[in-house]
């Protein structure tokens, strides 16, 4: 059983975007078990990234496979992935407990745990959604508010 870890890294931010979901999706398709995503808590810009494969040169296959995939995404698809850079890179591999320790979890586990992330996320999100589109309608609606009332006036005084 081979368990190594690298790092995603890239010139833009990789937290916060849902880097670790695609990338917990990618190895679970692949057939990866046991692995785990974690965010560099010191760079906002690199994602750590532990598994366990059968055959030793497998991690490796998939680590390439991988950043090909996600910088492929935002070309997919530039509404869901706009937020994504296209110029992700994978570090060498390294041990799981060097520099930065890693546990390997279930991926199926993982994968439960960051839907429910997200799905706070989203839930942080629609509470503030009704303002934000009462803002927004207000400050679309006034020029035509104003054109009517002026339309109105002008109306009246003929």
Known sequence: MAEKKFYLESRHELQRIGMRAQVVSFLI???????????????KNRVVVALATEKDGQIEEIREQLVKYLNGLKGADEDCYRHFPIDVRASELTGLDNPHAVILLELNDLASSLMLEQTSKGVGAMLGLPEKLEKAFSNAMAPLTAA??????TLANK
């Not at 398709?29 to 760079?43: A, C, F, P, T």
């Not at 009517?148 to 006036?153: E, H, V």
């Open 29 to 43: 398709s692949q057939g990866i078990k046991r692995g785990n995503v974690v965010n560099d808590l010191e760079h």
């Open 148 to 153: 009517i009332t002026d339309l109105t006036r």
